[in-house]
């Protein structure tokens, strides 16, 4: 479908390559493409992007968590009835779900939490949720989409736990800091969100786009004053706190674009 031209907008030969600021498809150089004085981005002359077109679809926060939790309950419940085809149904009603099963569950509803909250920010901003991260198993909670940049957001609900910095060295030792639940180890938590940063960094063609990444802990045991910390780079903090971090940075970026960016390379799941 051909774009019509606005006052704001001239139809040009691209000198350098680009992106459609609309769906998000590569424009090479040499191409024919249309640019907006107003934004000072370039879209395509035959692009779907018109202003019927539906955004990315934004996922459905805790889907694919659910979805394990449903899958491994059932196969639990079709072993237990298979093994014992008399009393199977008395012991699945006397019995719980194992804890590595009911883990699923608790964080489904961790991320349905966390994505209640973010319907709080701005029209400007956009949000998409449990995102696949292609080649692997693993997804991405939450990666919200602002004026001043893009985070990316790992919601875990450890309920009455704390989460707390650890450091040490930093005079005679090298300084090295840790992330401790309930005194827990929590490293796997921070390597987590820096592969799935690196990921989103990766697949953003404006180079310099600013990402950071977020471990958001719902109904932690956080203090009543402080509490919330960054841990190699990245932020440990609760929900409320999501809304101030996403707006305190100036930067301004290309939010339609790189919304569109990102929902083409992580699906939803």
Known sequence: M???LGPDDKRMRLRYAGSCRLCGEPLDAGMDAVYERGTRAVRCIQCPGTAETVDPEPGTAGKSARREYERRKQNREQRIRTAHP???GLILALSDDPQSTQAWAQGAIGEELLAQRLTGLPDTFRVLHDRCIPGTRANIDHIVIGPSGVWVIDAKRYKNKR???YIEGGIIRPRTEHLRIGG???RKLIDGV???LAQVTAALEEAGTPVTGVLCFLEAD???IGGSFTV???HVLWPRLVKRLTEAAPQTIDVDLTHAQ???VFPAA
């Open 163 to 165: 989460p707390a910095l």
């Open 232 to 234: 190699e780079g990245i």
């Open 86 to 88: 008399k009393v199977g």
């Open 194 to 196: 820096q592969t799935q």
């Open 2 to 4: 051909t774009l019509e």
């Open 262 to 264: 990102l929902a083409k």
């Open 222 to 224: 956080w203090p009543l």
């Open 184 to 186: 827990r180890d929590g």
